[in-house]
């Protein structure tokens, strides 16, 4: 292993960097610089530039950062360092006039139709589905807010409807008799493209099953639907790769390219 590896601190760079505890530790490298400036001006030029390779290759130089600045910045009245967009919340689950059914009956639906297999107690999707749920993600993914609205209307419970939101269509809007909910991309790609699998994988589902179900299943999502990056199991907020204690202690899916929630998992 080379020196740069050893040193490089990839949890705390790259797309994990606090930017935060970055700025604020380059802000001590600049005293530290001026100190040495002081006494001779060959040592500042030193000092500033072993401190901003650290920086730079770990993400921190004062050691210990990532213990200290959580619990700092939980002090300070300044906003989290690191946050996921709250857009795992809404669901085309609970959008029909029907009464939906509850989480066990939709597993054991799901299991009845071999769409998830359980082993030791652990869940995981039939490869059949996934691949099928895969196609359905990418034939959605390149379409516009109308295309993805008009194909939520499809596969939502009747009398529902669908429209897009905002110029780049980013948003969806859906509404029932009993109000509306409004769904990110992701989020409406995920769970279209779901319901779309489920009709061709398991016909025998019931429409209120297959709806119910699209929820769930984006627990089970691997990559983003947007983008394609592996989603990471992670919390809403953190420093340095900690989480914000005042934050609430969620669980989330969460894709580290668009910095979006895909899945929160019930507590």
């Not at 029907?98 to 082993?119: H, Q, S």
């Not at 990418?138 to 209307?153: C, N, S, T, V, Y």
């Amino acid at each position: 292993m080379s020196t740069f590896e050893r040193v490089r601190r990839p949890e705390y760079t790259g797309r994990n960097r606090c930017w935060p505890c970055t700025i604020t530790n380059a802000a001590l490298l600049a005293v530290l610089g001026v100190v040495a400036a002081v006494v001779w001006l060959p040592l500042a030029v030193a000092v500033l530039v072993a401190g901003g390779v650290g920086i730079w290759l770990r993400g921190y130089l004062v050691p210990y950062t990532p213990r200290v600045a959580p619990p700092l910045f939980d002090r300070l009245p300044v906003p989290s360092p690191k946050s996921y967009e709250q857009a795992a919340r809404g669901s085309l689950a609970g959008t029909g006039d029907e009464a939906a059914p509850d989480g066990e009956a939709v597993l054991d639906a799901l299991l009845d139709a071999g769409v998830v297999d359980a082993d030791a107690d652990a869940l995981a999707l039939d490869s059949s589905f996934r691949d099928a749920w895969a196609d359905e993600r990418r034939a959605l993914r390149d379409e516009d807010g109308e295309a993805l609205a008009a194909a939520i209307e499809s596969t939502a419970p009747e009398g529902v409807t669908a429209r897009a939101q905002g110029s780049d269509g980013s948003l969806i809007l859906v509404e029932g008799s009993d109000g509306g909910v409004t769904l990110a991309r992701p989020i409406a790609i995920a769970e279209a493209a779901a319901v779309r699998a489920l009709e061709t994988t398991a016909p025998e589902l019931s429409a209120a099953v297959r709806v119910s179900a699209a929820r769930p299943l984006r627990g089970f999502l691997e990559r983003c639907p947007v983008c394609g990056t592996d989603v990471v199991e992670t919390t809403p907020r953190s420093c340095c790769g900690t989480t914000n204690p005042r934050e609430e202690d969620d669980r989330i899916l969460a894709c580290p390219s668009c910095d979006r929630r895909i899945y929160t998992f019930p507590s």
